[in-house]
């Protein structure tokens, strides 16, 4: 008979369209890989810079409101478009605009903002911090030395594909580090009708 590994891994598989996020952090969690209807991401993050039009209830997107977060924004990431590194954010959009219509300039532009982590940091706290009442954490972002936020885009004449990469801690109400939380998110917004994200689980040693 073999014998248990206590040292097994396991990685949940979970659709976030379903609200019931719950994943018992007591297992041996290694991985929590979870697939998203790419409308509702879309949606999610377009309400943040939808305004009204002054026609009943009806929204649309301000360019303007995205630009000016964009600009703001990709000083705090690392951001790579075919594996060059921009800071410049008119070099971005010159680029874009040479490629794509005005619309999926500024939906590149808008998926290049934090607020693509939205979404990931909700299903990321419910998770862990609504689904183990036993131990209550919180999503934190990791000291500074140690923190990054990359944002690779890969594009051709029919892609424009995204992955994110962004590591995160989980703090107790005493403020220790529980666990480091590597956080994933892959998708192509002109081809692709699911987001996926992955989150990585390690367990802070007690040294650390």
Known sequence: METPNKKEKF????????????????????????FMDYNIYLQQIEKVYSIPTGLWDF???SKKLIWKEFT????????????????????VRRYLNSKYPEDIVYRTLM?????????????LHKVFADSNSNEKMFVVEPNVS?????????TTENSIGFLFDKNLRLIDEEGNSKFY????????????????????????????
């Open 111 to 123: 998926f290049s903002t934090p607020d693509s982590l939205g979404l990931p940091y909700e299903i």
């Open 181 to 208: 939380v590597y956080v994933k998110i892959e998708f192509d917004i002109l081809n692709d009708d699911q987001v996926f994200i992955n989150f990585s689980i390690k367990k802070v040693k007690p040294k650390e």
């Open 59 to 61: 929204k649309c997107l």
């Open 72 to 91: 703001k924004d990709i000083h705090r990431c690392d951001l790579k478009i075919n594996n060059i590194s921009y800071k410049d954010p008119d070099e």
């Open 146 to 154: 140690k923190r990054y936020y990359k944002i690779d885009i890969k």
């Open 11 to 34: 990685t949940f598989i979970l659709n976030a369209n379903n609200s019931n996020y719950i994943v018992p952090i007591d297992k041996n969690v290694r991985d929590i890989l979870y």
